[in-house]
């Protein structure tokens, strides 16, 4: 099994940055996709960022292009997403999440874990 637990949320003026970050437990986090998604309020659970387990290929969604960052650090378990020039459409509680043997995956029933998400706020 794996755990997930996010950090790094706050609050931010409208161009700011914020650095998430999102540390797993379990020997098999090296083997696992991960990706970033988030959900404001009366909306869907949508995808931000995905990372396959290798780091050697990623995806955005179109709102975060150019924008946001994925990253991964296997050696610290440890997953990342960068954003910079924030907006206030941005404006959501932001989880990680790790799926097991896939690659690339970009719906929310591929994942097996999820961590209990960090708030964003920009203004």
């Known amino acids: 099994q794996v755990q997930l637990v996010e950090s790094g949320g706050g609050v931010v003026h409208a161009g700011g940055s914020l650095r998430l970050s999102c540390a797993a437990s379990?020997?098999?986090?090296?083997?696992?996709?991960m990706g970033w998604f988030r959900q404001a309020p009366g909306k869907w659970r949508d995808v931000v960022a995905v990372?396959?387990?290798?780091?050697?290929?990623?995806y955005y969604a179109d709102s975060v292009k150019g924008r946001f960052t994925i990253s991964r650090d296997n050696a610290k378990n440890t997953v990342y997403l960068q954003m910079n020039s924030l907006k206030p459409e941005d404006t959501a509680v932001y989880y990680c999440?790790?799926?097991?043997?896939?690659?690339?995956?970009?719906?929310?029933?591929?994942?097996?874990?999820w961590g209990q998400g960090t708030q964003v706020t920009d203004y």
């Open positions: 379990g020997r098999t986090f090296s083997s696992c996709a």
């Open positions: 999440a790790a799926a097991q043997d896939e690659l690339l995956p970009l719906s929310r029933n591929e994942y097996d874990y």
């Open positions: 990372i396959t387990w290798s780091g050697s290929n990623t």
